[in-house]
Antibody, heavy 125, light 107 residues
Framework: QVQLVQSGAEVKKPGASVKVSCKAS????????MHWVRQAPGQGLEWMGI????????SYAQKFQGRVTMTRDTSTSTVYMELSSLRSEDTALYYC??????????????????WGQGTLVTVSS | DIQMTQSPSSLSASVGDRVTITCRAS??????LNWYQQKPGKAPKVLIF???SLQSGVPSRFSGSGSGTDFTLTISSLQPEDFATYYC?????????FGQGTKLEIK
């Protein structure tokens, strides 16, 4: 079955960087884009960016520009999200999510399915 | 950025009730609207994509409607396992954005 398995929880100090991995299985890795979404404790969902897993191109939310880097390794079917210059406000659960699509009449819709289990990143001095 | 506004933010209901959650976009997003359910300690799960298409495996008591700026998620007869938080999500343009969530609680 389609599955995304993320790396384990991280504790980082302010100013440090964190790199979260998301290993895909059960489908053709390069056929789907991957997104990253985060959720601060008790809060809603925040989109961070997208990576074209086939070609490697990326698009990031303006809020994270300059601090986030999304990459992929097609040999291991793994995508990575690295966030630098961490601050306490970056404490959150970080999710990867595959983006399937449905096209009709020349219009293509996408959504997130499945999601990884989430990786808790705690930023604390 | 497109702002997504859900209402209500929280809702108390009983098993068997019909429940409707609304989501309004700050500009037209055609039918690029998805609905997710999230239970405590779990990742979100898609219920409805493209405004009204039911994800495979999702019970038929869930339905979605709308286009343009106004959308609804309806649960026709609440079951105990439906008590969760629901989010709408627009995939019309980046940055993709979510509503703030609707927490559905047992009355």
């Amino acid at each position: 079955q389609v599955q995304l398995v993320q790396s384990g929880a991280e504790v980082k100090k302010p100013g440090a960087s964190v790199k979260v991995s998301c290993k895909a299985s059960g489908y053709t890795f390069t056929s789907y884009y991957m997104h990253w979404v985060r959720q601060a404790p008790g809060q809603g969902l925040e989109w961070m960016g997208i990576i074209n897993v086939s070609g490697g191109s990326t698009s990031y939310a303006q809020k994270f520009q300059g601090r986030v880097t999304m990459t992929r390794d097609t040999s291991t079917s793994t995508v990575y999200m690295e966030l630098s210059s961490l601050r306490s406000e970056d404490t959150a659960l970080y999710y990867c999510a595959r983006a399937p699509g449905y096209c009709t009449n020349g219009v293509c819709y996408t959504w997130f399915d499945p999601w990884g289990q989430g990786t808790l990143v705690t930023v604390s001095s | 950025d497109i702002q997504m506004t859900q209402s209500p933010s929280s809702l108390s209901a009983s098993v068997g009730d019909r429940v409707t959650i609304t989501c309004r976009a700050s500009q037209s997003i055609s039918s690029y609207l998805n609905w997710y359910q999230q239970k405590p300690g779990k990742a979100p799960k898609v219920l409805i994509f493209a405004a009204s298409s039911l994800q495979s495996g999702v019970p038929s008591r869930f339905s979605g409607s709308g286009s343009g700026t106004d959308f609804t998620l309806t649960i026709s007869s609440l079951q105990p396992e439906d008590f969760a938080t629901y989010y709408c999500h627009q995939s019309y343009s980046t940055p993709e954005t979510f509503g703030q969530g609707t927490k559905l609680e047992i009355k």
